[in-house]
């Protein structure tokens, strides 16, 4: 099976080329990116644990979920697909923000990524892949702040940067 190909940006997320995804990990090459964001009508969001076999972050409280785009798929085409494959349904996206942030692993890797932030509402519970995610929870906005301040270690760093510097975006009450 050929390895997932990331696709390779710049500042201005313009592609520039494909990587194979592990590559663009060792060599912290700035590849495109997206996270999706959860929320029913409690305006709670949906958090997913990340399965304890990931090569990094694994069992750490993140968003909905996240990937990579690939070539010639909308951010939109992509958050539904990775929905779907990690959470087990799909729902309507929209886009809101888009920032590049670089966070390096204690295995040697380093995320260097051109996030897109997409949003979505959905009221049921997920039927998670276990191969992807461990657990999930719908949590408000506000209890996550305090959480992330008290418990850090809990988190993926790109959760922490989103919510550190984007919560207006992402806070939609």
Same mark, same amino acid.
């Given at each position: ?10 500042? =201005? ?6 990587? @194979? ?5 060792? +060599? ?5 990116? %997206? #996270? ?6 409690? =305006? ?22 996240? #990937? ?5 798929? #909308?951010?939109?085409?992509?958050? +539904? ?7 087990? %349904? ?7 923000? #888009?920032?590049? /942030?670089?966070?390096?692993? !204690? ?18 519970? @997920?039927?998670?892949? @276990? !191969?992807?995610?461990?657990?999930? +929870? ?8 305090? !959480?992330?301040?008290?418990? @850090?270690?809990? /988190?993926?760093?790109?959760? +922490?940067?989103?919510?550190?510097? %984007? ?7």
């Amino acid at each position: 099976m050929n390895e997932e190909q990331v696709i390779l940006v710049d500042i =201005n997320d313009n592609q520039i080329g494909l990587m @194979p995804k592990m590559e663009a990990h060792e +060599k912290a090459v700035l590849h495109r990116a %997206f #996270s999706v964001f959860i929320f029913n009508t409690k =305006n709670e969001l949906m958090l997913q644990q990340r399965a304890l076999n990931k090569y990094h972050s694994p069992g750490l409280w993140t968003n909905t979920c996240c #990937s990579h785009q690939r070539d010639g798929e #909308s951010n939109i085409k992509a958050g +539904k697909r990775r929905l779907l494959e990690e959470m087990g %349904f799909v729902t309507e996206l929209e886009e809101s923000i #888009s920032f590049i /942030y670089k966070a390096p692993f !204690d295995n040697g890797l380093t995320e260097h990524e051109y996030d897109h932030i997409l949003l979505g509402y959905y009221d049921k519970a @997920p039927n998670i892949n @276990p !191969d992807e995610v461990a657990s999930w +929870k719908w949590m408000h906005l506000n209890d996550i702040k305090i !959480d992330i301040k008290q418990n @850090p270690k809990h /988190y993926t760093e790109w959760f +922490k940067i989103i919510f550190d510097k %984007f919560y207006d975006h992402i806070n939609i009450n």
